[in-house]
């Protein structure tokens, strides 16, 4: 369906492609190479890396410095993994690359994997990019590479509708354009003056870019957008090429001044969104402290923690939002906490006529490597359980255990920690003070709350209100009495029905969870653990009689729209968000704490603007005095 | 009637307009699924809690985009505001 005035992104066609006589993909839609037959490698050195002199600049790093390249056309990957290829090999070791692409029409993994096999000297990096390649679905999805020192944000879709968007929040934060993609001649849609435009106002004032085409018409329109072009000879049998820089880079400027203050950034909460948070900084070579009053001592410090996708039948923010943090979270919890991940599989039961309505729409909608539609036969095959109903079946989510995770992010955290309750939160300058409990102070540049509900009372004396929402969660652990032979032993995916029951660890199984709003009690209720063994075996009338072990209470902090609060405060400069997870933290926070990140340091966000925007703090107060 | 008690009644409908619909609806479904959302939060944000206020303010957020949509889209989105108000009403 084409819908190119909607705000909301469509279902994408993957690329149509064939492989010819030298195995080179050729796109049947356009009818051209993907990459030069003769030597598609030398081609992508000689154009995108030598004409945007990247070698050099890149030796020219300072330590911890990020280089942003911006590119038409993911295509195969090719000029992506080699650019990288020659990151590692020029950069500082501290130097960080951050490659963002454009691409309608995804080639499949399938067809990316046999694409880039034949350039076996790259071969580590195509399988690095094998294993993160998102799903054929339009939006933004990033992906971390190199254990953090890369990052691709792969944006599906057409070019011509999200790089518009996309250039808002990117204004000067790209160092080198690579104008690729098929031909003038065989894909005119996309080299059109707005993708020129694009270019400049995403560029930083001394940004280069290279083209492989010589074209007049894209001469001229990358004249019209403000850069200098020059013709250059071309690669192989190609006479010609194009090569310039912003036209700005002429005048006299300062070095883009380093955005960070020397007064360390404050992480308010040791929780997985805190946590996050201190590690996305950390990455980015931000001096971060934590204060906390404890750790994971609210919703995080769950025995175990499910990492799904909330879905949508529909394109709506919040399912294109939880696409994209689940793609996210499924990549990075293997990369910090590998043992503790068992992303085996989670069904979500078709517990009543509207769940199985919207199931079944989900299923249809989504690729099969994220949703399937599955009968009760096929989950009881799944399972080993006596599973009564229909559902969905989620191949690619499972569940954690969040203790072995924060654990291994406090680990990996090298800033300093205060075990204290932050009790006032004042402006100090351009600076924050924060006032803790032992009568001490810390001044901070920027300040990030992560401390859920708790945020409330911090931010209530600068007259700003949030609406977050305390909900009470009991969850029960339980033992099978005859684990062994109630199958629940063998059981490795999670079943979600209006609770959930985790598969066994250390033999114990979570059996999730009440739900109270407006409750921040957190005194254990046997009351809510009936509740949860009862909604369960509705389910599974069948299960093996279950023994509590013992039960954990906390707080959720939801939100009316049920997505987090993640950004810049605007009413208070130097204050960000990362609140109002909801019962999806896990899910949500590794790729809230990148867009944090992200607005802190001034680089291209991790979610295109219709979706931060939908998260930004300020949605609250858009229709206020109207 | 509450807000939220008029949210949880009508939000279903969301759902089921999926279902039986074509591509059209499912857009439609998804396009205003995220107004409704922000507007009951934005209603809860300046206290309101009288349900009278939902679908004024729906329509509203909704005019003020109106110019997005192709008329063709447009008549689906107010179909589907009419079913919801339907639905409140039944």
């Known amino acids: 369906m084409a819908k190119p005035a909607s705000p909301i992104v469509d279902n994408l066609q993957a690329a149509a492609v064939h492989f010819n006589e030298q195995g080179v993909p050729v796109s049947d839609t356009f009818d051209d190479i993907y990459y030069s037959n003769d030597d598609g490698l030398a081609e992508s050195s000689y154009v995108f890396v030598q004409h945007n002199g990247l070698i050099e600049r890149w030796q020219n790093l300072r330590a911890e410095e990020c280089f942003v390249i911006a590119e038409s056309g993911f295509g195969s990957g090719l000029n992506f993994i080699n650019a990288w290829a020659q990151f590692e090999q020029h950069a500082p070791a501290s130097a960080r690359l951050h490659f963002v692409s454009f691409e309608k029409y995804p080639l ?50 057409d070019l011509l509708h999200t790089l518009p968007r996309w250039q808002q929040q990117a204004k000067a934060s790209v160092d080198a354009w690579f104008l690729d993609g098929f031909a003038p001649a065989k894909n005119p849609d996309m080299w059109q003056s707005s993708l020129y435009q694009g270019m400049a106002v995403s560029a930083k004032p001394d940004a280069s870019f290279a083209t492989f085409t010589a074209v007049g018409a894209v001469k001229r329109g990358l004249q019209a957008a403000g850069f200098q072009v ?100 499924q990549h990075w919890y293997p990369q910090v906490a590998a043992d503790h991940c068992h992303f085996d599989g989670l069904l979500q039961l078709a517990f009543n006529p509207q769940r199985e309505r919207r199931y079944r729409a989900v299923a249809a909608r989504c690729p099969a490597a994220l949703a399937i539609w599955q009968t009760a036969a096929q989950l009881r095959q799944q399972t080993g359980l006596a599973i009564q109903q229909d559902g969905l079946y989620l191949a690619g989510a499972g569940w954690l255990t969040p203790a072995a995770l924060l654990s291994s992010l406090l680990a990996r955290f090298r ?67 005859s684990e062994a032979t109630s199958g629940l032993a063998d059981n490795a995916k999670v079943i979600c029905h209006k609770g959930y029951l985790t598969p066994a660890w250390q033999g114990v199984h979570c059996v999730g969870a009440s739900f109270v709003r407006g409750d921040t009690d957190v005194s254990i209720r046997a009351s809510e653990d009936q509740q949860n063994i009862d909604s369960l075996r509705e389910q599974l009338p069948d299960i093996a009689a279950l023994e509590v072990v013992s039960s954990r209470a906390a707080v959720r902090c939801s939100t009316p729209d049920h997505l987090p609060i993640v950004g810049a405060l605007t009413a208070a400069p130097g204050l960000f968000t990362l609140l109002g997870l909801g019962s999806h933290g896990l899910t949500a926070a590794p790729l809230c ?10 680089e291209p966000a991790p979610l295109l603007p219709q979706l931060s925007e939908r998260l930004a703090p300020q949605r609250f107060a858009a229709k206020r005095g109207e | 009637m509450q807000l939220q008690q008029l949210v949880d009644k009508v939000e279903p409908l969301f759902d089921e307009a999926v279902v039986d619909g074509d591509d059209d609806e499912l857009f439609a479904s998804g396009y205003l699924r995220g107004h409704f959302d922000l507007v009951v939060a934005q209603l809860e944000m300046a206290g309101e809690s009288d349900a009278e206020k939902l679908f004024p303010a729906l329509q509203a957020a909704v005019s003020q985009t109106r110019h997005e949509l192709t008329p063709a889209d447009q008549a ?11 639905r409140a009403a039944a």
């Open chain 1, 593 to 602: 704490a990148e867009l944090v990140a992200a607005a802190l340091c001034g």
């Open chain 1, 415 to 481: 800033g300093q920690h205060y075990q204290q309750t932050v009790t006032q939160l004042q402006p100090c300058g351009s600076d924050w003070r924060l006032s803790l409990a032992n009568g001490s102070d810390i001044v901070a540049s920027q300040v990030v709350l992560a401390n859920a509900h708790a945020a409330t009372e911090l931010l209530q004396p600068l007259a700003i209100e949030l609406p977050l929402r305390p909900v009470r969660g009991q969850v029960t652990l339980v033992r099978a009495s």
């Open chain 1, 108 to 157: 499949t993994v399938d067809a990316l994997r046999q694409a880039l096999s034949r350039f076996t000297q790259l071969a580590q990096y195509s399988q690095q990019l094998v294993a993160v390649y998102p799903l054929p679905v339009a939006g933004l999805f990033r992906c971390r590479l190199a254990q953090g020192r890369v990052t691709l944000d792969l944006i599906f879709g």
């Open chain 2, 76 to 86: 689906h989105i107010d179909n589907l505001i009419q079913r919801l108000q339907a």
């Open chain 1, 230 to 329: 020059e013709k250059v000879p071309g690669y192989g049998r190609k006479r010609e090429m194009l090569r310039g820089q912003l036209s700005s880079a002429d005048k006299p400027q300062q070095k883009a001044s380093n955005p960070r203050t020397p007064a360390p950034v404050a992480v308010i909460g040791a929780g997985i969104a805190g946590l996050n948070t201190c590690y996305a900084l950390q990455q980015r070579g931000i001096e971060t402290i934590l204060i906390s009053t404890a750790v994971a001592d609210g919703g995080s410090g769950n025995r175990q923690g499910a990492v799904y996708p909330q879905l949508h039948a529909e394109a709506t923010p919040l399912s294109d939002f939880y696409h994209a943090a689940f793609h996210y979270a």
